[in-house]
Antibody
Framework: QVQLVESGGGVVQPGGSLRLSCAAS????????MHWVRQPPGKGLEWVAY????????YYADSVKGRFTISRDNSKNTVFLQMNSLRAEDTAVYYC???????????WGPGTLVAVSS | EIVMTQSPATLSVSPGERATLSCRAS??????LAWYQQKPGQAPRLLIY???TRAIGIPARFSGSGSGTEFTLAISSLQSEDFAVYYC??????????FGQGTKVEIQ
């Protein structure tokens, strides 16, 4: 069965960095596009970043452009989110999500919490 | 950017009753609309895609309809496990992929 498991979250000071990972299994990872979606505490869902299966296309939300970098390692079935210059408003649960070839998200990981606080 | 607006923010329904949730897009998204269910402390779960196609394992009491800018998610007879927050999401014009702000379905 499809599994996505995020890791790497934690508490970081403003201006700091974190690298999130999402380990995938149960499907041919190298043929699917992947996303990161976040959810601030008590709030709604916000799409963050996208990477095509072959890394040929990458997109970011305006709120993270220039600070976050998405990447993937198809040999390790893993997608990453490098987060730099973190701000208090980046505090959220970060989910990785599998794209169903059309732009909706058919599987989600359980999420990892990132808290930016001094 | 396409803005998705859901209504109402909160819907109070008794178990066994029907619930109807609305989602409006700021411009046409065709049928490229998905619905998700999220329970406290859990990740969202895909319910509906293509505006009206149920995802694998989703009970028939969930149905989606609409196209263009107006969409509806209906739950025909609410079960206890259906009390949750529901989000719509458009995938017609991207980036960005955009979500509505959510509708909370609570027990009346």
């Amino acid at each position: 069965q499809v599994q996505l498991v995020e890791s790497g979250g934690g508490v970081v000071q403003p201006g700091g960095s974190l690298r999130l990972s999402c380990a995938a299994s149960g499907f041919p990872f190298s043929t699917y596009d992947m996303h990161w979606v976040r959810q601030p505490p008590g709030k709604g869902l916000e799409w963050v970043a996208y990477i095509r299966s072959d890394e040929g296309s990458i997109y970011y939300a305006d709120s993270v452009k220039g600070r976050f970098t998405i990447s993937r390692d198809n040999s390790k079935n893993t997608v990453f989110l490098q987060m730099n210059s973190l701000r208090a408003e980046d505090t959220a649960v970060y989910y990785c999500a599998k794209d169903f070839w059309s732009g909706f998200f058919d599987y989600w990981g359980p999420g990892t919490l990132v808290a930016v606080s001094s | 950017e396409i803005v998705m607006t859901q209504s109402p923010a909160t819907l109070s329904v008794s178990p066994g009753e029907r619930a109807t949730l609305s989602c409006r897009a700021s411009q046409s998204v065709g049928s490229n609309l998905a619905w998700y269910q999220q329970k406290p402390g859990q990740a969202p779960r895909l319910l509906i895609y293509g505006a009206s196609t149920r995802a694998i394992g989703i009970p028939a009491r969930f149905s989606g309809s609409g196209s263009g800018t107006e969409f509806t998610l209906a739950i025909s007879s609410l079960q206890s496990e259906d009390f949750a927050v529901y989000y719509c999401q458009q995938y017609n014009n991207w980036p960005p992929w955009t979500f509505g702000q959510g509708t909370k379905v609570e027990i009346q």
